[in-house]
């Protein structure tokens, strides 16, 4: 996932910049408002799964160009700034940010903090139906029923390998952390289940004959990649 990261301090960028990379996220910089809204034009590459955004920048204050972000789309935001007052924080909010995190902060927090956006729906919902229908090319995810098709023919998945599925679906290209996943679909923490993770993403690439639907990410975690329609 492409991240944009407002940031006028290149030290501040560079450092969490190589965390969120590590992360499986693809980071442009950008050091002033203007810059941020720029790269938000709409271009040919893709777009920006997320906005971390730091309020006290060179050329216009970070509030500004949270209003400025909103009023284009519904890319997620979230704010990152040494403003700890709770009233910084509901104008924030009310603004249009998604979340707003505290300098100094913790960076296991802030990428968990990001992944929560990135999992929210966005507007209108995630289903092309509409109707809690996950369509991935050959692939169709029924939410309500619990049931998944590859090109109309029922593929019997047991409830882990579901939730896992639609956990990954929700946010095709999306990196999904190992402890993420144990955290939601398992209910409980990553020591001793490392392997039960592997084992169920073994069994989805076998059961749908998709083996390059789900892609390790080396060191990092899991994600779905969408097939070809």
């Avoid at 996220?25 to 938000?40: I, N």
């Avoid at 991935?136 to 309500?144: D, K, T």
Wanted: charged share 25%; net charge neutral; hydrophobic share 40%.
């Amino acid at each position: 996932m492409r991240l944009l990261l407002v940031e006028d301090d290149d030290h501040v960028a560079a450092a969490l910049s190589a965390v969120l990379a590590r992360h499986g996220f693809d980071v442009v910089h950008a050091r002033s408002g203007e810059e941020a809204l720029q790269a938000l034009l709409p271009a040919e590459t893709a777009p920006f799964g997320v906005v971390l955004l730091d309020l006290g920048l060179p050329d216009q204050d970070g509030y500004e160009v949270c209003g400025k972000i909103r009023k284009r789309g519904s890319t997620p935001v979230i704010m990152v700034t040494a403003r700890s007052d709770v009233r910084s924080r509901i104008h924030g909010l009310n603004l249009g940010a998604d979340d707003y995190v505290v300098k100094p902060y913790d960076t296991g927090e802030l990428i968990a903090r990001i992944h929560a956006v990135i999992r929210r729906p966005a507007p209108g919902g995630t289903t092309a139906s509409g109707g809690g229908e996950l369509r991935l090319g050959s692939v169709h995810i029924e939410l309500p029923t619990r049931q998944v098709s590859v090109g109309g023919s029922v593929v019997q998945l047991t409830r882990k390998e579901f939730d896992l599925l639609a956990l990954l679906a929700q946010r095709p290209g999306v990196v999904f952390r190992r402890e993420q996943i144990i955290s939601e679909v398992w209910r409980t923490s990553w020591e001793g289940t490392g392997r039960t993770l592997e084992v169920h993403v073994a069994s989805l690439r076998s059961k749908l004959h998709m083996p390059a639907l789900i892609e390790t990410v080396r060191g990092v975690g899991y994600r779905l990649v969408a097939p070809a329609t």
